[in-house]
């Protein structure tokens, strides 16, 4: 598997306006929009912020009962997934399964994007999403002068059917949050 780099990192926050001003302020992080913009599926308003050649995506929750909500309440706010850049989604998720790694299918994201995502007790607990950009751009050097074009939280937490456990039923629709009662056989 060819990873090109990080594509981004998703924080969970309480306001993802406040957020990105703090980043700002402390760390000279540049926004990437005047304001949040809300994600339907996933519950959250984002807002994406450069800072040293990475992407940082503030994810905040749209509604009491999303999964963002139920991560903030159960560790606090803090880093929620981490995409890594890859060449070819599909041979990186064969070859993660064929080395035993439980991995989602992948799935198509708007703007150019797929995803999947890796079971967490194969990443000592941190969530990591495999993204392909396949719509006008190429490689992790270019998705600072991109990253505004695709949110990657729509592909970090909508993560798609999963190949089910033998004694448990398929895994739809799971976001980073739950991964970790499904990551917990491995």
Do not use: C
Request: net charge negative.
């Amino acid at each position: 598997m060819k990873i090109l780099g990080v594509h981004h990192i998703t924080i969970a926050v309480r306001d993802a306006g406040a957020a990105a001003a703090t980043y700002a302020s402390l760390f000279g992080a540049a926004a990437r929009a005047a304001s949040p913009r809300p994600v339907e599926p996933l519950q959250a308003r984002l807002l994406d912020a450069a800072l040293a050649g990475v992407t940082l995506q503030f994810a905040a929750p749209a509604d009491n009962d999303s999964a963002l909500t139920r991560f903030i309440e159960r560790r606090g706010e803090g880093v929620y997934n981490i995409a890594l850049e890859v060449e070819d989604l599909d041979a990186a998720v064969a070859e993660l399964r064929a080395r035993g790694v439980r991995v989602s299918d992948p799935i198509e994201i708007p703007v150019g994007m797929r995803s999947a995502f890796i079971a967490m007790a194969a990443t000592h607990g941190v969530s990591v999403g495999l993204v392909e950009v396949v719509a006008g751009r190429s490689g992790a050097a270019d998705q600072a002068s991109h990253a505004n074009e695709a949110s990657a939280d729509d592909q970090a937490t909508g993560a798609a059917p999963a190949a089910a456990a033998p004694d448990r039923p398929p895994l739809r629709d799971l976001r980073p949050d739950e991964w970790e009662e499904w990551s917990d056989v491995d």
